[in-house]
């Protein structure tokens, strides 16, 4: 397999071990993790890849020191703010993916925004999951078919579930040297590639996405089909 993975989903960790490490506050990791973000946003588009999504505040992250939790918000509010031009130039169109109520105004503001301000570009679809569980997610999905008296079906769910503008992710990294996926994209990773990586997410850069690439590629994605089954196809299809 040779292609560029179409989306990719990142679980952006480490930030807090990357300042420690210096004897920074670890707000000075969150910080420089914004950094590496907008790196990585860029590098996406120009290898080509389609849809960017990343974890950058889980509903769980709730349960961290009061000052660090107010910390990330002010930064995600100043991060906005002055990443909006950029990716308003680089085509990026922006998705805030999660529970909205429980964050306060200025968020609330900051999301609408860049969500209306970005939403005729197309060269690469960013979704930014922040107050986000997996598990938040199935449940709001299936409230809704609820409501609306439907019978649950996979298609139905993954319907109402609110990455379903896109469609499910071809690779999913973790940075930061843990191997979990600590309520993410519990759905939609079912036929996902994993790789983790041991780099802290600050010091992820376009050589660690490149790398990570490159082992998805080597990959062979079967999908519950046996390997011959995969080879007789790819040939049927070229003889065709
Ligand atoms: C990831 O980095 C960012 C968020 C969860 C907001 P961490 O803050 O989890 O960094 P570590 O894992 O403590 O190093
Ligand atoms: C996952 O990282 C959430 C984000 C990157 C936003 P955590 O640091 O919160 O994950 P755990 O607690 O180590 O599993
Ligand atoms: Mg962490």
Known sequence: MR???HHIAIVMDGNGRWA???????????????????????ACAQRGVGVLTVFAFSSENWRRPVDEVSGLMDIFVMALA??????????VQLHF????SGLSTKVLAGMEQAEL????NSDLV???????????DIVQAAAKLAAQGKPVTELDLSRALALAHVPDPDLVIRTGAEQRISNF?????????????DKLWPAFDEVELDLAIKTYQQRERR????????????ASATTA
């Open 126 to 136: 960013f979704n930014v999951c922040f107050n986000y569980g997996g598990r938040w």
């Open 82 to 91: 002055r990443q909006l031009p950029q990716l308003q130039a680089d085509g």
């Open 223 to 234: 999908f519950g089909k046996t390997s011959d089954q995969l080879v007789a196809g790819a």
């Open 117 to 120: 301000a970005t939403r005729d």
């Open 3 to 5: 292609q560029i993975p």
């Open 97 to 100: 993916v999660g529970e909205r």
């Open 185 to 197: 994209l519990l759905w939609q990773s079912a036929y996902s590639e994993f790789y983790f990586s």
């Open 20 to 42: 420690s490490k210096r004897f920074l506050p670890r707000l000075a990791g969150h910080k420089q993790g914004v950094d590496a973000l907008r790196r990585c946003a860029k």
